[in-house]
């Protein structure tokens, strides 16, 4: 797993709108980078309706949202669409950023044990090094707690 202090591993995914983005082409910004299991499912929609309500705040921290599924470009734009998201949201279809960031991991629900993206979220500074890692995120109220450590981040600098 990731630790914070460490360079953030790079990756270029397509957004919503089939756009490439590349997480170091944002250097110079705050970047939040949430993973999440699945587009429009409950704890799925709840962390990212919140975190497009607080989106204005990050905004003047100078600070950027992203959210990465394994779901496909279509379905992210119809999740956004459906639920009037403003986040950015980018599909890792192959896996290649859950990966990176060790979020795909072995879940068990029900018994059964499967691969899956575990809900988790980082913050990467204005430099690409992470100063915030947490792996088994809950979704509700989580985008307000980020909110507010990228706030003491900023009051440090």
Known sequence: MLQPGTNSPDFSLPDADMELVKLSSLRGKHVVLYFYPKDDTPGCTVEAIEFSDLLEQFDALNCVIIGISRDDCISHAD??????????????????????????????????????????????????????CNYKVAAKGHAAEVLHFVQTLQSSN
């Open 79 to 132: 999740f956004r669409d459906k639920h009037g998201l403003s986040v950015t949201l980018l599909a890792d279809v192959d896996g290649e950023a859950c990966q990176k960031f060790g979020v795909w991991q072995e879940k068990e629900k029900d018994g059964v044990r499967k691969m899956g993206i575990v809900r988790s979220t980082f913050v990467i500074n204005s430099t690409g090094q992470l100063c915030y």
